[in-house]
């Protein structure tokens, strides 16, 4: 396919130049297959003999739970991939979250988080505490990346979609952590998707840089003092790169480069790739993925800057309910009425969004800002009854007392069709659809029937 798409000439000029002697290796490399991955959902695991893993080729070395995918894998049209056990992600995909390496209880910002693989990659490393917050300017894909993260069962994320600025005007030094993973050229994507060869040209990089830059002197400004950043892409030129690393850092004296390294093998004697100055060029002759590229920068504790807005207070975050509205009491006694037929453990429900109930943490000022998805949506009202979201479903522990009703493959392929399943004897109300003890999302049970309420969007044909 690639020989319908050759390599742009002034891009491989450039790479000449820019690898010299590795630049054979490089594009000799650009002729190979390129390299599947997927992601384990921690919140959702599965056992070790389960049959999905015969499509797992190898761990991928600097993310658990990461793994080589076959190229044949039809893992993608599986009911579980809907069930949220896992995400395809190409595997250089994952190193920048590896890098940012968020732990419970921070409060993380993915800049710009759309489909939303490092976005859930990073709840992942939450285990469900702190806050990500996951911004996407563009809506379109601001709805994408909802679904993905509903659909990986994340309780304790805020979906947004604004520009950068907007938000850096809300969020003073408001986050830990900052993952800025920016639109870019795509060089690093001209062997996985050919075609896009043909929309590059030389003036592309510089474009790009001057909105990279843009989007990382906003996101600085939403840093806490002593947090980190870290800035990704999938491209390869040093236009992009280092130069917009080495020009933010001249531009914010409270920044310094952070060292790091990747590990290459899952071999624990295996050599690493060193990144002593805080930024690394990964190429796919040199390790089993796609281009990219990766920089980690950090906020001094105390201001060096001569700036004010640096200095500010931190914004302040508030309970849920004072950023959106207080639950109603009738919704609020409906869901207490519902959590007592279905038994469980359940979260509580402590502000409203919209017509839906939902369980979230502390949230920063969402005034003026479209949100598409804040915390947990447990359900809305229809009537006087209690409705659950399907999001409850995908968001509650696979270790729950739930009622539940346990299909196999082909009647978890019906369920997400939208048909009606054969109800087990002693279930009845609402219960759990599950497959492999995972979550497809809610059914209600009577007559000896389990009536469908999969979302209809996402009925498959």
Same mark, same amino acid.
């Given at each position: 396919?690639?020989?319908?798409?050759?390599?742009?000439?002034?891009?491989?000029?450039?790479?000449?130049?820019?690898?010299?002697?590795?630049?054979?290796?490089?594009?000799?490399?650009?002729?190979?297959?390129?390299?599947?991955?997927?992601?384990?959902?921690?919140?959702?695991?599965?056992?070790?003999?389960?049959?999905?893993?015969?499509?797992?080729?190898?761990?991928?070395?600097?993310?658990?739970?990461?793994?080589?995918?076959?190229?044949?894998?039809?893992?993608?049209?599986?009911?579980?991939?809907?069930?949220? @056990?896992?995400?395809?992600?190409?595997?250089?995909?994952?190193? #920048?979250?590896?890098?940012?390496?968020?732990?419970?209880?921070?409060?993380?910002?993915?800049?710009?988080?759309?489909?939303?693989?490092?976005?859930?990659?990073?709840?992942?490393?939450?285990?469900?505490?702190?806050?990500?917050?996951?911004?996407?300017?563009?809506?379109?894909?601001?709805?994408?990346?909802?679904?993905?993260?509903?659909?990986?069962?994340?309780?304790?994320?805020?979906?947004?979609? #604004?520009?950068?600025?907007?938000?850096?005007?809300?969020?003073?030094?408001?986050?830990?952590?900052?993952?800025?993973?920016?639109?870019?050229?795509?060089?690093?994507?001209?062997?996985?998707?050919?075609?896009?060869?043909?929309?590059?040209?030389?003036?592309?990089?510089?474009?790009?840089?001057?909105?990279?830059?843009?989007?990382?002197? #906003?996101?600085?400004?939403?840093?806490?003092?002593?947090?980190?950043?870290?800035?990704?892409?999938?491209?390869?030129?040093?236009?992009?790169?280092?130069?917009?690393?080495?020009?933010?850092?001249?531009?914010?004296?409270?920044?310094?480069?952070?060292?790091?390294?990747?590990?290459?093998?899952?071999?624990?004697?295996?050599?690493?790739?060193?990144?002593?100055?805080?930024?690394?060029?990964?190429?796919?002759?040199?390790?089993?993925?796609?281009?990219?590229?990766?920089?980690?920068?950090?906020?001094?504790?105390?201001?060096?800057?001569?700036?004010?807005?640096?200095?500010?207070?931190?914004?302040?975050?508030?309970?849920?309910?004072?950023?959106? @509205?207080?639950?109603?009491?009738?919704?609020?006694?409906?869901?207490?009425?519902?959590?007592?037929?279905?038994?469980?453990?359940?979260?509580?429900?402590?502000?409203?969004?919209?017509?839906?109930?939902?369980?979230?943490?502390?949230?920063?000022?969402?005034?003026?800002?479209?949100?598409?998805?804040?915390?947990?949506?447990?359900?809305?009202?229809?009537?006087?009854?209690?409705?659950?979201?399907?999001?409850?479903?995908?968001?509650?522990?696979?270790?729950?007392?739930?009622?539940?009703?346990?299909?196999?493959?082909?009647?978890?392929?019906?369920?997400?069709?939208?048909?009606?399943?054969?109800?087990?004897?002693?279930?009845?109300?609402?219960?759990?659809?599950?497959?492999?003890?995972?979550?497809?999302?809610?059914?209600?049970?009577?007559?000896?029937?389990?009536?469908?309420?999969?979302?209809?969007?996402?009925?498959?044909?």
């Amino acid at each position: 396919m690639s020989d319908c798409y050759p390599l742009p000439q002034a891009f491989v000029r450039r790479m000449q130049e820019q690898l010299g002697p590795d630049a054979a290796a490089y594009f000799a490399a650009m002729e190979e297959p390129w390299h599947r991955g997927l992601r384990l959902n921690p919140a959702k695991p599965l056992p070790e003999d389960h049959p999905l893993h015969g499509d797992l080729l190898e761990p991928v070395p600097w993310h658990k739970g990461g793994w080589y995918l076959s190229n044949d894998s039809a893992l993608g049209a599986h009911p579980l991939h809907e069930a949220g @056990a896992y995400y395809i992600q190409e595997p250089s995909a994952m190193t #920048a979250v590896s890098v940012l390496n968020p732990q419970p209880g921070e409060r993380v910002l993915d800049l710009c988080a759309a489909p939303g693989g490092k976005s859930t990659q990073i709840a992942g490393l939450l285990a469900g505490e702190g806050l990500l917050v996951c911004n996407e300017p563009v809506p379109s894909r601001a709805k994408i990346l909802s679904r993905n993260i509903e659909r990986m069962g994340v309780s304790n994320a805020l979906v947004v979609s #604004a520009d950068p600025d907007q938000l850096c005007a809300r969020w003073r030094n408001c986050f830990d952590a900052i993952l800025v993973d920016a639109p870019c050229s795509g060089e690093g994507m001209f062997r996985r998707h050919p075609e896009t060869r043909l929309e590059w040209d030389e003036q592309s990089p510089a474009g790009c840089a001057a909105r990279q830059t843009r989007i990382l002197n #906003a996101a600085v400004q939403m840093l806490k003092p002593g947090g980190r950043l870290v800035y990704s892409t999938c491209t390869l030129n040093l236009v992009e790169n280092e130069q917009v690393v080495e020009g933010l850092l001249a531009e914010h004296p409270e920044l310094s480069a952070v060292a790091f390294s990747l590990p290459i093998s899952a071999d624990a004697n295996a050599a690493v790739m060193e990144a002593p100055e805080g930024m690394l060029h990964l190429y796919p002759h040199q390790f089993k993925g796609e281009g990219h590229f990766v920089a980690q920068v950090r906020k001094a504790a105390e201001d060096v800057s001569d700036d004010d807005s640096i200095a500010a207070d931190a914004t302040d975050f508030l309970p849920a309910a004072q950023q959106l @509205a207080k639950p109603d009491k009738p919704m609020l006694a409906a869901y207490t009425a519902f959590c007592k037929a279905f038994g469980g453990d359940l979260p509580d429900g402590n502000a409203q969004f919209g017509d839906m109930l939902i369980s979230a943490p502390d949230l920063p000022p969402l005034k003026g800002l479209k949100v598409l998805r804040a915390g947990l949506q447990l359900g809305s009202m229809k009537g006087k009854v209690f409705m659950p979201d399907h999001a409850l479903a995908m968001g509650l522990p696979v270790d729950g007392a739930y009622p539940a009703v346990a299909v196999n493959e082909t009647q978890a392929a019906a369920y997400q069709r939208g048909e009606t399943l054969p109800a087990p004897e002693g279930i009845s109300g609402y219960c759990l659809v599950t497959l492999d003890g995972l979550a497809l999302g809610f059914g209600k049970a009577s007559d000896g029937q389990v009536k469908n309420h999969y979302p209809k969007g996402l009925r498959r044909g």
